[in-house]
C-alpha cells in the first residue's frame, strides 16, 4: 500500500514537472517574463535598393544594343542607341536659323548708323532752311522799306515777299524731314529687341535640338547590374517605353518591427541580421533611421477604426538599417532578398549617429 502511494505521487510529481515545463517552455518561445530577452528580432524585413527604370524621353527606332541581361555597367556607358538621323537635321536646321536671326542682329548696327546720318542729314537741311528763311526775310524788310520811299519798284518788293514765302516752304519741308528721320530712327531702335529675341528663341531651339539628338543615347545614369534588357534592334520607342532597368551596388535593411517592440530601439543601436539567400552568414549594420508613421499610414486604402467591430492590431513600423562596410558578402546582397533583423536594445546606440527619427 505505501509503495502504491509512493507510486502515484512519483506520477504526480513528474506530471506537475512535465506541465512545469511545458508552461516555461511557452514563456521562453514567446519571450515572456521571465525569459524576456532584450534582443527584438522581425523576419519582416528585406533588402532595399534603388532599382531606376531606364525609358527614352523621345521616340524613334532602336538602331543599336551593346548591353545584355545583368551586365555590370559603369556611369556613362551606352545601353540603347535610338536613331539619330532626324535629330541631326533638326539640329542642323536650328543652327541655320541661329546664324540667320545673329546676321539679321549685326545688321543693326550698320542700318542704325545710316538711319542717324540720315537723321544728321535732315536736321543740316534745316539749318540751311532757317538761314535762307532768315536771309529772306531781311530782304523783304529792306525792300518793303525801299518801296514804301520809293526808291525800289513794286515788283521788287514782290520778288522779295514770294523769295520769303519759298523760304518758309523750305523750312517746313526740312522740319517734316527731321520728324521723318527722328520717327526711323526710333522704329530702327524698337526693332532692336525683336531681333535679340529672335536671336535668343534660335539659341534656346539650338539648345533644345541638342537635348533631343543627345536622348537618342540612353546610357547609364549610375554604376550599378542591369536588369532584363527589353530593347532590341529595330523596336520603335516611344518616348516612356521601360527598356531596362539599372540598380546600383548601394543596398540597405529595412526591417518592420511592430510597435510593440520600439520601446528601446533608437537610431544608432547596432543591429545583425541573416539573408535568406546567403545561408547562416551573420551581417553587421546599424539603424540609421526610424519612419516618421506606421507602414499602414502609406498604404493607399486605410483602415476605418471608426467601426463597432474593430480590432486591435500591432502595427508595424519601418525601420532603414545601413550596412557596415567592408563586409565580404555585401556584393551578394539583392534588392528584394528576404532578411531576418535582430537588435539587442542593450546595447548603447554610437554616440556618432545623429538623431533622424
Avoid: C
Amino acid at each position: 500500500m505505501q509503495i502504491k502511494q509512493i507510486f502515484k505521487s512519483g506520477i504526480t510529481l513528474t506530471a506537475f514537472a512535465i506541465g512545469v515545463l511545458g508552461v516555461l517552455m511557452v514563456l521562453y518561445a514567446w519571450q515572456l517574463p521571465p525569459f524576456r530577452s532584450s534582443v527584438e528580432t522581425t523576419n519582416n524585413a528585406y533588402v532595399k535598393g534603388q532599382v531606376t527604370l531606364l525609358s527614352p524621353q523621345i521616340p524613334g527606332y532602336v538602331v543599336a544594343v551593346p548591353v545584355q541581361d545583368y551586365m555590370t555597367v559603369k556611369k556613362g556607358d551606352l545601353l540603347v542607341q535610338i536613331d539619330d538621323r532626324m535629330y541631326q537635321q533638326q539640329l542642323a536646321q536650328a543652327q541655320a536659323t541661329l546664324q540667320q536671326q545673329q546676321a539679321e542682329l549685326s545688321n543693326f548696327a550698320e542700318n542704325r548708323l545710316a538711319k542717324q546720318a540720315s537723321l544728321d542729314l535732315a536736321k543740316a537741311q534745316l539749318q540751311s532752311a532757317e538761314a535762307g528763311q532768315e536771309k529772306a526775310e531781311l530782304d523783304d524788310k529792306r525792300t518793303g522799306t525801299l518801296v514804301d520811299r520809293g526808291f525800289s519798284t513794286q515788283s521788287s518788293g514782290d520778288q522779295t515777299r514770294v523769295a520769303l514765302l519759298q523760304a518758309k516752304s523750305t523750312v517746313a519741308q526740312a522740319e517734316a524731314a527731321v520728324k521723318i528721320a527722328e520717327q526711323n530712327l526710333a522704329l530702327t531702335d524698337a526693332g532692336k529687341a525683336s531681333l535679340e529675341a529672335a536671336v535668343a528663341s534660335a539659341e534656346a531651339t539650338v539648345k533644345l535640338a541638342e537635348i533631343n539628338l543627345g536622348n537618342t543615347r540612353i546610357v547609364a545614369p549610375v554604376d550599378g547590374r542591369l536588369g532584363e534588357v527589353a530593347a532590341h534592334v529595330g523596336q520603335y520607342a516611344a518616348a516612356g517605353t521601360q527598356l531596362t532597368s539599372i540598380t546600383p551596388s548601394t543596398v540597405w535593411v529595412i526591417a518592420n518591427f511592430k510597435e510593440t517592440q520600439l520601446a528601446h530601439i533608437d537610431v544608432g543601436l547596432p543591429a545583425t541580421f541573416t539573408v535568406d539567400g546567403l545561408g547562416d552568414i551573420e551581417l553587421s549594420g546599424r539603424v540609421m533611421r526610424i519612419a516618421p508613421a506606421a507602414g499602414s499610414e502609406f498604404s493607399v486604402l486605410k483602415a476605418d477604426n471608426a467601426t463597432g467591430n474593430f480590432t486591435k492590431v500591432a502595427q508595424r513600423i519601418p525601420l532603414r538599417i545601413e550596412i557596415d562596410p567592408g563586409q565580404s558578402t555585401i556584393a551578394d546582397l539583392r534588392p528584394g532578398m528576404s532578411v531576418v533583423v535582430r537588435i539587442d536594445t542593450a546595447d548603447k546606440p554610437l554616440p556618432a549617429v545623429a538623431t533622424l527619427q
